[in-house]
Each structure stands twice: as structure tokens, then as C-alpha cells.
């Protein structure tokens, strides 16, 4: 299932690294993937700890790098490279004390280019693995903000819903940003790209503050990126019902037939697909992070050891030049983020 997705990593050499390296699950994971040849890893935690736990598990880690923060040799560069990095807002002892933590620790290696991708969460929680990655990975150039998109699935049905989790009321700079990076995300996840700028007015029917910013802000995004088919500000029955569409849309390219949605702000993002995954039978996959400079993943703490292997294999798979991904099993990235979020009954 993930053969195309192995064969571009193995022409496109890449390094991951698991915060919780004592984990059974991510021992087994490790094993697999060194063995096979499709991933070099980096396994986080005490020596000992770790080879202990591997031996008990009869797990063969000797392709692995373990590295314990507790003692690393280059910890002062990544000390100072960190403090630089929060600008005033945490003294070198609390950047210290930080990277004796393997989540911060694991996301500074990211960081200096010592990984190419990251994967925590087996015992960490979503928030304590999100948030060094919002503070140290930081945003690609030219992006401002860190955004998020959930894709919606239901049987062949595959739409994006942005940004219902991370920018609560974003501006119109913000809004371009998001449908721009969610259009990105959209092809990863095989879907081409039809933006719809979500309102509750379609094309001038409608008045108000919310209206301006987002008619503005699709008026930035055909500016910014002429090649990206947006329509916006237009009302959600606008965007998906052609006979609708008709008759307050005619003539659009999107309307009708839109696939990416971005909303005004997070309320209607958390609500609204929260409504398609209850009521519409849809599977929601994500929060996925966008407009990061390296993958970084979350898992579940009730993750099995393959599911720690596939989604390791589309972590890495992210970190691989858009033009290489473009080749990759994409449709086996849909598959295994949502079997492993069913196994944790986050879906």
C-alpha cells in the first residue's frame, strides 16, 4: 500500500525523529523502518532506557541514533540557537530546562537540520507536541501565520474545511495566507484545489465587516496567485449546489463545485465541520499544521506500532520537495492518518 510513498524516501534520503524512544510502539516502528531501508531515526531518551526497552521487545534498533538530552554533547549550541530564537521571552536557564524535555529537544534538532521531520504524541499530548513547533519551527518565508486544515472524507468524497482550529479571527492577510496554504495541503491530499471564501453573502448580496474582509481577501488571492481557481465572498450552498450556483454565481469556475473551504473565522471552521463529520457521516483528519517549515506530526496516545509506521513514512513523505511528493501514494496518506485516528477514537 505504501509502495510509491517508499520508493520516493528511498531515493530522497530522510531522518525523522521520535520524541518518546522508549515507547514499544515506536521501537517496532524504528526497527521496521531502519531495516527496510526507507528512514534513518533518531530516537530520543536515555541510553540505556532505550536499549533496555528495545532488548525487552526484541526490537533491532541498531541502525538507530539514540540521543539522551540529558548530556548532549552540542546542548550549549542548541541552548543558544533556542534563546535566540524566543527572542526575550524565555532566559537561557528555561531554555535549558526546556530542552531536557524530548519534545523541545526533538523539535531543536528539526530545527539546526539534524531531522528532517518529527513525530511525538504516543504519551505526549497533541498540545505539548504543537507547541514547540509553533514557537521554534516557525512559519515558511513569506508566510506570517501558522494555520490548519481538516479534511473531510466520506467514501471517495475528499474536502479541505480551513482554518477551524488555530486562527481564531483572522484578517483579511490572514485569509490569503490560509487559502493559499490550504490549496497546497489539498494537493498533497490528492484534491484539486477549488477555493471557496466562505460568507454569508454571495458576491455583494450580503453587507457587513465580515463580508469586506473576506470579498478583500479573495480579491488579494486573484492578485497573489492568479492560477489558484477562488471564489469568494459566497454562501456555502453557492460553492457546492450547482443549481444554485446558477443562479447566484453564473458563470463562476468554483461555484458549485468547490472542494476547499475557508471561513471567515474559527467559530464557523470548529463548528461547521464538526456538523459534516456528525450529521454528514464524514471523517474529519487533522488538525494538519500548514505554512511550517518542517513536518511536524502528532500521534495518538492509543496508536498501534503500524500506525506509527505509516504515518512516520507520510510524515517523511512531507519533508520531500513538493515535486517529488507529487509522485507518492497519495490516497494511502488519507488512509493511514485516518485509520490511526480511528484507533485512538479521535474520529
Not at 524516501?9 to 516502528?29: A, C, H, Q
Not at 511525538?120 to 508566510?143: C, E, M
Not at 488512509?335 to 477514537?345: F, Q
Request: charged letters at 25%; one cysteine or more.
Amino acid at each position: 500500500m505504501l509502495t510509491k510513498m517508499i520508493e520516493t524516501l528511498k531515493k530522497n534520503p530522510r531522518k525523522i525523529v521520535y520524541t518518546e524512544g522508549t515507547d514499544k510502539r515506536i521501537l517496532e516502528s524504528a526497527s521496521r523502518l531502519t531495516s527496510e531501508g526507507i528512514l534513518g531515526v533518531i530516537l530520543l531518551g536515555n541510553v540505556d532506557e532505550v536499549k533496555a526497552a528495545a532488548k525487552a521487545g526484541n526490537y533491532n534498533i541498531d541502525a538507530c541514533e539514540i540521543i539522551d538530552p540529558v548530556g548532549y554533547p552540542e546542548m550549549d549550541m542548541l541552548v543558544d540557537e533556542m534563546v535566540k530564537l524566543r527572542k526575550g521571552k524565555m532566559t537561557e536557564e528555561k531554555v535549558r530546562a526546556a530542552l531536557t524535555k524530548s519534545n523541545y529537544f526533538g523539535t531543536m534538532l528539526v530545527k539546526v537540520g539534524k531531522g528532517d521531520c518529527l513525530l511525538g504524541g504516543a504519551t505526549y499530548s497533541t498540545a505539548d507536541t504543537v507547541r514547540p513547533a509553533l514557537q521554534l519551527i516557525k512559519t515558511k518565508p513569506g508566510n506570517k501565520i501558522v494555520s490548519s486544515s481538516f479534511v473531510l472524507v466520506r467514501g471517495d468524497e475528499r474536502y479541505l474545511f480551513s482554518d477551524c482550529a488555530i486562527n481564531i479571527d483572522p484578517s483579511e492577510d490572514d485569509l490569503v495566507e490560509i487559502a493559499i496554504e490550504s490549496a497546497k495541503t489539498a494537493k498533497i491530499f490528492g484534491v484539486d484545489p477549488k477555493v471557496a471564501m466562505l460568507s454569508y453573502s454571495t458576491l455583494g448580496s450580503g453587507k457587513g465587516p465580515s463580508v469586506t474582509k473576506v470579498a478583500n481577501a479573495t480579491a488579494k488571492i486573484k492578485e497573489i496567485a492568479p492560477d489558484l481557481a477562488v471564489e469568494g465572498e459566497i454562501q456555502f450552498d453557492a460553492s457546492v449546489a450547482p443549481e444554485v450556483a446558477s443562479i447566484k454565481a453564473p458563470g463562476s469556475p468554483v461555484a458549485g463545485q468547490a472542494n476547499v473551504f475557508v471561513f471567515p473565522d474559527i467559530n464557523a471552521g470548529n463548528i461547521g465541520y464538526k456538523i459534516a463529520s456528525r450529521f454528514g457521516g464524514f471523517e474529519a483528519v487533522g488538525p494538519v499544521l500548514q505554512g511550517l517549515n518542517a513536518p511536524i506530526n502528532d500521534l495518538s496516545r492509543g496508536c498501534t506500532a503500524d500506525e506509527v509506521y505509516k504515518m512516520s513514512i507520510v510524515t517523511a513523505a512531507l519533508s520531500v520537495p513538493e515535486d517529488t511528493v507529487a509522485e507518492a501514494d497519495l490516497e494511502t496518506i488519507v488512509k493511514t492518518v485516518i485509520a490511526a485516528m480511528k484507533a485512538s477514537g479521535q474520529i
